[in-house]
């Protein structure tokens, strides 16, 4: 048995024993508090396997090769284990931020405590600032040994939990706007930080407002050079995209296509031509994005990706996302809309297809939405020139 | 390893390809005919991995050429054969170019083994041009196996069978038993019935190939074109309807390299996989194709819609690969079975 195998039934094992068997039914319209609490126990019980951040460097706890990360993600996925998502800016996009730019004393103060449950939340976007981010207006004025912010920042996912904040502040306004950003680790806890949910067209209220007012913000949490922000935003931004959307794909693959058979069961359609005929297109497909992730991983890792080999993997995802959720719609009929509540803590196809329908706007929107993803593939894929 | 034998071989193809439609013996000379003709013959002992290569840059070029039915599916058939001295003269021929073996079975999905008076093969690829004709049919007990005919027997007419696309040679072949009673019959090594599956998959995944192929260079030429064909003022390329569109054709490559890679692979090693990954290459890649190449005649504006500019061979070939060997919906029936 080759090492990879041999993991694969490590990995497999341990979810036996470990993913809860009703945990589905008890996220199911689970309290704010209830679904919390199970994120956390749900991220303590990875940490304590050795798989809560298996991407990151073997000196803070990871070290996982790329092919072992791939199969773990595979393995979650068909024993349908909970996702982590309260934990998820703070794992990937902060981790790699503090990585790449982080002083060292950034890094020993957050990615510990990162590890040990620390929630994080994204302060990009703002009402004037959505797919042209760079045209952001929050400003970061220099003020003694710091920096006094005040500004609104919008789709702050989680930030209700939050205990720090990835905020990107303009600094310099004469300068051209890529030129005077600057990027910082905000304390949630600050005076002047007020955050109020967004509820959002599923009805939930994950997404959050932050209202920035002269809030204080140290020299030492200020990520890379001032008025240098945009350069470490970008150079983040993607990094850990490739893992993550494997992770995305495999729960497609797995639990999503599994229930999207059932669905045609429960309809009686399963047999029907027409009907068979869109699953095994969906099967086709979902194959085709595991192995363009599985492709994508490799290539970040041996440095040949294409600049914009993220942007189709997560176009297409979305898309597919998209149809495949709005065909379960489809296919389950009018008991679909008797579903009032998908589980907390769920991957995005979930069964709760009218609800999942909705959801999959959070992936066609946010993170550069479709048109966005396009036009980075034309431009940087593909070389056309600026529009 | 292999990655940079299949980038050299790609190289070679592309630079012999320029011409519409290749001299034969040129491309024996070049060892494709006898890629995967074992070395003990005089071929390369290479992998359907390698003849996918080759397959892939026909598509690029669309390639006028017996490839398909000679060496895809021919020297294919007699590799799946017993050894024996028929089927050895045969691959020795066929890796020096002498011969041009064309199989002869039902281009549907399900790969109907027999043909007869009553029931031709019509579409058959490059029967027209065969030397010698290998006709799947079924041995005294049942079994599916093969007869190899000379072209030009009397025990099979060859009747050219017109098609729009002009880069494809197909041809209707019938079949006379009586002439044929006694003709010895070529056994597959292995199991009979799992031999005409891997040939029905080796078959479908090359047309994916081809397909590929036609994608690519559809893709690549409507992103050069938008880069140079100037409206109000500005390249085309940097409007965002026409960026958009050239990003959906990228975004359909991607796709289809990965299934047709997958289905490459199992085919290449005999992976029983196969029978779920070629029916996913062929249904997808060859419908992708036909949209994308749609789009490239779409994006080239008036200049695509004219004969001159080459665009319509591409998607005439596209629409027939698409239905050849088994249509899309057929080949996802083949994986909806599973489901039940």
């Known amino acids: 048995m080759s090492d990879l195998a041999a993991f694969r039934r490590e990995v497999s094992d341990w979810c036996e024993s470990h993913v809860p068997a009703g945990w589905r039914a008890a996220q199911t319209g689970a309290p704010d508090a209830e679904f919390v609490a199970f994120q956390q126990w749900w991220f303590a019980e990875l940490k304590a396997a050795g798989y809560a951040v298996p991407h990151w460097p073997a000196e803070w706890g990871g070290g996982m090769p790329a092919a072992e990360q791939a199969v773990l993600y595979s393995e979650l996925a068909a024993h349908d284990a909970p996702r982590l998502v309260l934990q998820f800016v703070g794992l990937h996009h902060a981790a790699a931020t503090l990585l790449a730019a982080g002083t060292d004393e950034q890094k020993a103060r957050h990615l510990p405590a990162i590890l040990d449950g620390e929630i994080w939340a994204q302060g990009f976007s703002e009402p004037e600032a959505g797919s042209d981010l760079a045209g952001l207006r929050t400003l970061g004025c220099r003020s003694g040994e710091g920096f006094v912010v005040n500004g609104q920042k919008l789709w702050a996912s989680g930030a209700a939990h939050a205990g720090w904040c990835l905020l990107l502040a303009r600094t310099d306004p004469a300068a051209p706007k890529r030129h005077g950003i600057s990027y910082f680790l905000l304390d949630m806890r600050s005076p002047g930080v007020e955050v109020r949910p967004i509820r959002n067209a599923m009805g939930e209220s994950h997404f959050c407002e932050i209202f920035l007012t002269d809030v204080l913000i140290p020299q030492s949490c200020l990520v890379g050079p001032e008025n240098g922000g945009w350069q470490v935003a970008q150079a983040t931004l993607g990094a850990e995209r490739g893992m993550t959307m494997l992770e995305l794909a495999e729960r497609l693959g797995n639990a999503g296509f599994r229930w999207l058979v059932s669905a045609c069961a429960a309809a009686g359609a399963l047999g029907d031509s027409l009907a068979d005929d869109r699953l095994a297109a969906f099967e086709t497909e979902i194959a085709a994005l595991r192995s363009l992730c599985a492709r994508i991983v490799m290539g970040h890792e041996s440095g040949t990706a294409g600049p914009a080999d993220a942007s189709v993997v997560k176009l297409y995802y979305s898309e597919l996302l998209q149809r495949m959720t709005d065909f379960g719609l489809e296919v389950s009929g009018l008991p679909a809309h008797a579903v009032l509540r998908k589980p907390a803590s769920s991957g995005w196809e979930s069964g709760a297809w009218l609800l999942d329908f909705i959801g999959s706007w959070e992936w066609t929107i946010p993170g550069g939405s479709s048109e966005i993803q396009r036009t980075i593939i034309a431009e940087r894929g593909l070389g056309l020139p600026r529009g | ?340």
């Open chain 2, 1 to 340: 390893m292999f990655a940079d034998l299949h980038d050299e071989l790609r190289a070679v193809a592309r630079d012999l390809l320029t011409a519409r439609a290749p001299d034969w013996g040129l491309l024996a000379a070049s060892g494709w005919t006898g890629l995967e003709v074992p070395e003990s013959l005089g071929g390369a002992g290479a992998t359907f991995a390698e003849t996918a290569v080759i397959a892939r840059e026909m598509g690029r070029a669309a390639t006028r050429s017996p490839y398909l039915g000679a060496v895809v599916l021919g020297v294919g058939t007699l590799l799946l054969l017993e050894p024996g001295p028929v089927r050895d003269d045969l691959l020795r021929q066929a890796a020096v170019g002498e011969a041009v073996p064309v199989v002869v079975l039902p281009v549907a999905a399900d790969f109907r083994v027999g043909v007869t008076s009553a029931s031709p093969a019509s579409f058959v690829p490059d029967a027209a041009e065969a030397t010698d004709l290998l006709l799947l049919t079924r041995d005294e007990d049942g079994q599916p196996a093969v007869v190899a005919l000379p072209a030009g027997s009397a025990a099979a007419s060859v009747i050219a069978q017109p098609v729009v696309d002009e880069t494809r040679r197909l041809a209707t072949v019938t079949v006379d038993e009586s002439a044929l009673a006694g003709a010895p019959a070529l056994r597959f090594a292995g199991d009979p019935g799992d031999a005409v599956r891997r040939l029905g998959d080796r078959a479908a995944v090359a047309i994916a190939c081809d397909s590929l192929g036609l994608m690519e260079a559809m893709l690549d030429a409507t992103v050069a074109y938008a880069k140079v064909r100037h409206q109000f003022g500005k390249p085309i390329g940097s409007f965002q309807a026409v960026q958009h569109a050239c990003a959906d054709m990228q975004v359909q490559v991607s796709v289809g390299r990965e299934l047709v890679s997958s289905a490459v692979t199992a085919v290449a090693s005999g992976d029983p996989g196969a029978w779920v990954a070629a029916p996913m290459a062929k249904s997808h890649v060859t419908a992708a194709a036909v949209d994308v190449v749609g789009k490239a005649m779409q994006l080239h504006g008036g200049i695509g819609y004219t004969w001159e500019s080459g665009i319509h061979a591409y998607l005439k070939r596209a629409a027939l690969n698409r239905s050849l060997f088994g249509s899309p919906a057929e080949h996802r029936r083949r994986l909806a079975a599973r489901y039940a």
